[in-house]
Nanobody, 116 residues
């Protein structure tokens, strides 16, 4: 069974950077696409970025494009989200997600707070 564990969240000032990591265990990591979602208080969970199985393609939400970069290391079964030029609007719980043939698997989330 696939399990995901996020890390790297925290408190950062506006304009700063953070790198989130999501380590996967179980399953065959290289066989499913990965993504990052976020959910702010009182709002829906939205996709931030996703990356294909082989890192051949990546998609970003318009609000983070050119500031965030998603990457993966299949040998380490880890997906990353590099977040630069953070703003208070990026404050949310960030969730790692794996898209399997049987459905989506979610991590427990990691809090990112950006102070102004």
């Amino acid at each position: 069974q696939v399990q995901l564990l996020e890390s790297g969240g925290g408190l950062v000032q506006a304009g700063g950077s953070l790198r989130l990591s999501c380590s996967a265990s179980g399953g065959t990591f290289s066989s499913y696409s990965m993504g990052w979602f976020r959910q702010a208080p009182g709002k829906e969970r939205d996709m931030v970025a996703r990356i294909s199985m082989s890192s051949g393609s990546a998609y970003y939400a318009p609000s983070v494009k050119d500031r965030f970069t998603i990457s993966r290391d299949n040998a380490k079964t880890t997906v990353y989200l590099q977040m630069n030029r953070l703003t208070p609007e990026d404050t949310a719980v960030y969730y790692c997600n794996a898209l399997l043939s049987t459905g989506r698997i979610w991590g427990q989330g990691t809090q990112v707070t950006v102070s102004s």
